[in-house]
């Protein structure tokens, strides 16, 4: 019986704060405000980003179907060829297939070219060679 009440004057205590906080109104004063200090505005210009070059080249049949096509975003390249399932097998189908990714290109080395011989492979050390005299 003694802690029922010892609770009762603190919920007293506390029902009575709540409901004087309650019908206090706020102040009709409007509240103080600070002057900020004025700044002349510098104009401000905004340039888009260049974007990135983009090089599609696709290659098709003589049906008009896309065969393979070369992306070229940047520094990489790659080449996207659809996915042709074997036989009477339609996309989707346990046979089909899933889909086939893109094949990046990394290295390509240009085997056919002939190099240009410099100066210092040539064994000659004057570039300019005097007219012939006869």
Do not use: C
Not at 4 to 9: A, D, E, K, M, Q
Not at 77 to 85: A, V
Not at 99 to 123: A, L, S
Request: hydrophobic letters at 30%.
């Amino acid at each position: 019986m003694t802690r029922t009440s010892t609770l009762w004057p603190a919920l007293l205590l506390t029902l009575s704060a709540h409901t004087a906080f309650a019908q206090s109104t706020p102040s009709q004063a409007p509240p103080k405000l600070e002057k900020i200090e004025e700044v002349a505005d510098d104009p401000i210009t905004v340039t888009a980003k260049p974007a990135p070059e983009h090089k599609i080249t696709e290659k098709r049949d003589n049906s008009g179907q896309v065969v393979e096509a070369t992306v070229k975003s940047g520094p990489s390249t790659y080449t996207l060829k659809p996915n042709r399932p074997a036989g009477t097998a339609l996309p989707g189908d346990a046979m089909g297939g899933a889909n086939r990714g893109p094949q990046w290109t990394v290295m390509e080395f240009d085997i056919g070219k002939k190099k240009k011989k410099t100066t210092e492979e040539d064994g000659s050390t004057d570039t300019t060679a005097p007219p012939a005299v006869k």
